[in-house]
């Protein structure tokens, strides 16, 4: 039988009232279907009847789509939380190793770069097309040649900034494919945009400007959130 507060709990899947929604409808329409035709000495009585089968049934579904508009909007709300930071252990990072991260859905390398790597990024700079990344998005203290705030530690939105696209790591040095004065970086794949170890584009490809670095702060020695400003001055 119908229950109204069977409906109003709001700790019941979608799917099971769904399936309770249609109970009660299935039992209205065989319920209607074994009523005796309407005569006048029962006017009265059927419309009671009526009113509340058609009460009864719009209550039910609107409740229902209170919930799932409730449960969608609670879901959207609890996914803005977990995703407006991402706090990442880098210090378990091996030095050369990438961490793939999400954050606000988009993803987010960490780099932990070895000397080698930083004494590749000088290497690079003469033919970029933004190496001072006065055109591209970071906060004003990762505006540096290694767009950081430790020379080691690298974080970036892993989105080419042609069309969205996620590169490829490639630290290998002078491969077939990309050339023997290649010394380390990312590539896109889908139209050839190529990035140095700091993220910068490289010049005479798709890429506009360097890739994006967000807003992030060092919790301490091992702990980093993205999503929320340094101190650190520009």
């Known amino acids: 039988m119908y229950n109204p507060h069977t409906f109003r709990r709001t700790d019941l899947p979608v ?5 309770l929604i249609k109970e009660v409808l299935l039992d209205e329409r065989r319920r209607r279907s074994q009523s005796p035709p309407f005569s006048c000495g029962s006017n009265q009585r059927n419309r009671r009847r009526g009113y509340s089968t058609y009460s009864r049934t719009f209550f039910v579904i609107l409740e229902a789509q209170r919930w799932r508009a409730g449960n969608t909007e609670l879901r959207a709300c609890l996914g ?35 000397q080698v790597m930083l004494d590749r990024i000088e290497d ?21 040649e290694f ?22 790591d490639r630290f290998e040095v002078a491969p077939a494919d990309l050339g023997p004065n ?4 990312f590539f896109c794949p889908c139209h ?30 091992n702990l980093i959130i993205v999503g929320e400003n340094s101190g650190e001055a520009g």
């Open 182 to 185: 290649w010394v380390g970086g």
């Open 80 to 114: 803005r939380s977990s995703r407006e930071n991402s706090r990442t252990q880098h210090a378990k990072l091996e030095s050369g190793a990438l961490l793939r991260v999400e954050w606000r859905g988009k993803p987010v390398w960490v780099l932990r770069r070895s």
């Open 124 to 144: 690079s700079k003469y033919d970029l097309r933004d190496p001072d990344s006065n055109d591209s998005d970071q906060p004003p203290y990762a505006k540096n």
């Open 192 to 221: 050839g945009s190529k990035f140095d170890l700091s993220g910068r584009v490289f010049a005479g490809v798709p890429a506009p400007t360097n890739l994006t670095v967000p807003q992030y702060r060092f919790v301490d020695d």
């Open 147 to 168: 767009r950081a705030i430790k020379p080691d530690v690298l974080v970036l939105v892993a989105n080419c900034t042609h069309l969205g696209c996620v590169p490829t």
């Open 15 to 19: 799917d099971v009232r769904q399936s």
